[in-house]
T-cell receptor, first 117, second 114 residues
Framework: GESVGLHLPTLSVQEGDNSIINCAYSNSASDYFIWYKQESGKGPQFIIDIRSNMDKRQGQRVTVLLNKTVKHLSLQIAATQPGDSAVYFCAAPGGPNYGGSQGNLIFGKGTKLSVKP | KAGVTQTPRYLIKTRGQQVTLSCSPISGHRSVSWYQQTPGQGLQFLFEYFSETQRNKGNFPGRFSGRQFSNSRSEMNVSTLELGDSALYLC?????????????FGPGTRLTVT
């Protein structure tokens, strides 16, 4: 089955700097990846997704890069703000007993991003 | 559009009891998934329901069960609670059509088992 994992459990950056959060996955057949942000006391919130036929996708202040050769993806946050402080998860379809449906995601452990003012 | 709602938000139960958690998906969403979140294991998939049918089930014991109603609202039940069931239980809904796996999560129910 699939497994996803984040490289660093914590990341501290200065306000205004760029942040890079990394994630590795195990299944080379994985074709879809999602980044979620979870603030304290809230459920995960969708940030951006990317399909395996893309290497890069940009959103508002965020960019996801996918390197299929080394099975690695990263989330880049430009001009990090205090409101970006949260735990970030990468996720992919393919949890236990995965049958191809959309609702079965496997999550990495998360990286806690702290933004210093 | 209202988001995913979960009730109750907080719950304290005693070992051996049972508990029922409720989830109302975003209007129009027909798929509901449940996840357990703990500091040690992170987010783990419990089960997914679509049109009142369980489509997928994670690797949890039979004490964990769920159901979905015709209006897409879902409940999950945990019987014979154990201390290790203390967790944040998250519900997520999605449209199930289209190319995205985007799921919308509720705020969760914090269950504490004593």
């Amino acid at each position: 089955g699939e497994s996803v994992g984040l490289h660093l459990p914590t990341l501290s950056v200065q306000e205004g700097d760029n942040s890079i959060i990394n994630c590795a996955y195990s299944n080379s057949a994985s074709d879809y990846f999602i980044w979620y942000k979870q603030e304290s006391g809230k459920g995960p919130q969708f940030i951006i997704d990317i399909r395996s036929n893309m290497d890069k996708r940009q959103g508002q202040r965020v960019t996801v890069l996918l390197n299929k050769t080394v099975k690695h993806l990263s989330l880049q946050i430009a001009a990090t703000q205090p409101g970006d402080s949260a735990v970030y998860f990468c996720a992919a379809p393919g949890g236990p007993n995965y049958g191809g449906s959309q609702g079965n995601l496997i999550f990495g452990k998360g990286t806690k991003l702290s933004v210093k003012p | 559009k209202a988001g995913v709602t979960q009730t109750p938000r907080y719950l304290i139960k005693t070992r051996g009891q049972q508990v029922t958690l409720s989830c109302s998906p975003i209007s129009g969403h027909r798929s509901v998934s449940w996840y357990q979140q703990t500091p040690g294991q992170g987010l783990q998939f419990l089960f997914e329901y679509f049109s009142e049918t369980q489509r997928n089930k994670g690797n949890f014991p039979g004490r964990f069960s769920g159901r979905q109603f015709s209006n897409s609202r879902s409940e999950m039940n945990v019987s014979t609670l154990e201390l290790g069931d203390s967790a944040l239980y998250l519900c997520a809904s999605s449209l199930t059509s289209g190319p995205t796996y985007e799921q919308y999560f509720g705020p969760g129910t914090r269950l504490t088992v004593t």
